[in-house]
Nanobody
Framework: QVQLVESGGGLVQAGGSLRLSCAAS????????MGWYRQAPGKQRELVAV???????NYADSVKGRFTISRDNAKNTVYLQMNSLKPEDTAVYYC??????????????WGQGTQVTVST
């Protein structure tokens, strides 16, 4: 069984930084794109950043220049460095991975989410 476990969320003042991590574990054969999404109260889940297995990245316009996504393929882990945080970044952040499991083949997997709260 594949699991994605996020860590690193918390409460931070505006202008501060946080680093999120997401480790995938289980019977993983290979991994394709990994990404971060977020969902604020009363809003739909939205893409924050995505990184391919080759290292190509894409960001939401709202976080460009402030957030950086990276991955460690050897550890099946993706990171999100968040700088210059704003109150509007407050949301539950979810990790996502497109991966091939030995048991289930290709599939789309989600973490349980980690809360990020940015205070004024």
């Amino acid at each position: 069984q594949v699991q994605l476990v996020e860590s690193g969320g918390g409460l931070v003042q505006a202008g501060g930084s946080l680093r999120l991590s997401c480790a995938a574990s289980g019977s993983i054969f290979s991994m394709n794109a990994m990404g971060w999404y977020r969902q604020a109260p009363g809003k739909q889940r939205e893409l924050v950043a995505v990184i391919t297995s080759g290292g190509s990245t894409n960001y939401a316009d709202s976080v460009k220049g402030r957030f950086t996504i990276s991955r460690d393929n050897a550890k099946n882990t993706v990171y999100l460095q968040m700088n210059s945080l704003k109150p509007e970044d407050t949301a539950v952040y979810y990790c996502n991975a497109d991966l091939h499991s030995h048991l289930a083949g290709w599939g789309d997997y989600w973490g349980q989410g980690t809360q990020v709260t940015v205070s004024t």
